[in-house]
């Protein structure tokens, strides 16, 4: 099993960076790929971003390209998304999770394991 804990949400302003992290336990992620997801209020779950096992390939949606920037860290068993240039848009719960495969999809079906979630609120 997989255990994910997400953590960095918060409430920014317009224009302002948020860094979430997403901490792994248990069984290894270091060969899967990772992603991550958001949810906004009364709507449906959507792709940020997707990094490979390696790190050496991403995916990002084309709403957060150029503002988001996914890394990680399998040392430390840490993924990282950093966020900048927040918009009001950007308000939802962001999710992490472990992908079945070594790279990244933009579908949440092939993602194994999620966390619970960081709430993140953009206020203008």
């Known amino acids: 099993q997989v255990q994910l804990v997400e953590s960095g949400g918060g409430l920014v302003q317009t224009g302002d960076s948020l860094r979430l992290s997403c901490a792994s336990s248990?069984?290894?992620?270091?060969?899967?790929?990772m992603g991550w997801f958001r949810q906004a209020p009364g709507k449906e779950r959507e792709f940020v971003v997707g990094i490979s096992w390696s790190g050496g390939s991403t995916v990002y949606a084309e709403s957060v390209k150029g503002r988001f920037t996914i890394s990680r860290d399998n040392a430390k068993n840490t993924v990282y998304l950093q966020m900048n240039n927040l918009k009001t848009w950007d308000t939802a719960v962001y999710y992490c999770?472990?992908?079945?495969?070594?790279?990244?999809?933009?579908?949440?079906?092939?993602?194994?394991?999620w966390g619970q979630g960081t709430p993140v609120t953009v206020s203008s």
């Open positions: 248990g069984r290894t992620v270091s060969g899967s790929a």
């Open positions: 999770a472990a992908g079945r495969y070594r790279s990244p999809t933009t579908r949440g079906s092939e993602y194994d394991y």
